[in-house]
């Protein structure tokens, strides 16, 4: 079982930068992917960034020169660092992790960050 814990959301201003953290607890050695989903108002669940256990990274299109997903592994932490926000960008940004360990996805509380125009 694998548990997960969001930081870093909050209120900024269009053109700023936010870096979020998704911390990783419990069987963390059968995470295979890690990825930060979001949620607006009114819509659903989409993909930000993925990450693999070898570092390989993936983007939504519309994060594509815009964020870079790390992770930390001596802190089992998975990083996601958003530049140039627009007001487009507000939702609820949660962290999940997929596991080897009976291929299960888990999934954090969720961090809010707001983006003022």
């Known amino acids: 079982q694998v548990q997960l814990e969001e930081s870093g959301g909050g209120l900024v201003q269009a053109g700023e930068s936010l870096r979020l953290a998704c911390v990783a607890s419990g069987t963390i050695f059968s995470i295979t992917f890690t990825g930060w989903y979001r949620q607006a108002p009114g819509k659903q669940r989409e993909l930000v960034a993925r990450?693999?256990?070898?570092?390989?990274?993936t983007y939504a299109d519309s994060m594509k020169g815009r964020a870079t997903i790390s992770r930390d592994s001596a802190k089992n932490t998975v990083y996601l660092e958003m530049n140039n926000l627009v007001p487009e960008d507000t939702a609820v940004y949660y962290c999940?992790?997929?596991?080897?360990?009976?291929?299960?996805?888990?999934w954090g509380q969720g961090t809010q960050v707001t983006v003022s125009s």
């Open positions: 990450i693999s256990t070898g570092g390989t990274a």
């Open positions: 999940a992790a997929d596991s080897a360990a009976g291929w299960s996805r888990s």
